[in-house]
């Protein structure tokens, strides 16, 4: 009874909708009725898609400009684009999750910031911010090898457990199928 009450509502429900026709007569009435108006310059649709075009052609080339800047070593402290490569760098390292992949990860930008500071002395510029970073660099580095030195040892020491464990348990079962067949 009430699966078909519910048809039935569902039924007058799109009955009562105006059809197509409908809806075609009243917006042609509705636009011969309204005044057209010519929109301002900026609401044009070819202006609209120009400024997609320009921000894909921004975005694109900005894109560019970080490779850039994230490989050349030549790209330091004093210069412009040394924000982008700190971004693209904090980027990068909130991807690697595993410690091997920070300790990879920790000594490819000690090898960075050491190749900047070849660049530095070469230019005859201070170099106590860039030792202060291989420092950091370095101390962090540590760290990683210790937490994973510690769970390599963790997990060395829980496997041969868990062998010991299982050895026991295949010689206690040995024993006991001994035994029954002693019985026997």
């Known amino acids: ?39 301002f310059w900026y609401q044009q649709v070819w202006f609209k898609w120009s400024m997609v075009g320009a921000a894909c052609l921004l975005i694109v080339s900005s894109l560019g400009t970080g490779v850039y800047a994230y490989n050349n070593p030549e790209v330091t402290e004093d210069t ?7 971004v693209i760098e904090r980027l990068e390292e909130a991807t690697k999750i595993t410690p091997v992949a920070k300790e990879k990860f920790l000594k490819k930008e ?4 050491e190749a900047e ?9 201070s170099l106590n911010k860039v030792e202060e970073r291989i420092n950091k660099l ?22 041969v457990e868990d062998q010991k464990s299982k050895k026991s348990a295949l010689d206690h079962k040995k024993e006991s199928d001994d035994n029954n067949r002693d019985k026997k």
Not at 110 to 113: A, L, P, V
Not at 117 to 125: A, D, F, L, S, T
Not at 138 to 154: S, T, V
């Open 80 to 86: 412009p684009l040394y924000a982008v490569k700190q």
């Open 110 to 113: 000690i090898f960075r910031r």
């Open 117 to 125: 500071k070849k660049v530095m002395e070469k230019r005859g510029q």
């Open 138 to 159: 370095e101390d962090r580095l540590k760290i990683e090898k210790e937490q994973l030195n510690n769970k390599k040892d963790y997990i060395l020491k829980n496997n």
């Open 1 to 39: 009874m009430k699966l078909k009450i519910l048809y039935n509502l569902w039924k007058a429900k799109y009955a009562s909708k105006p059809d197509r026709l409908f809806k075609s007569n009243l917006w042609r009435e509705l636009e011969q009725a309204l005044p057209y108006e010519i929109p």
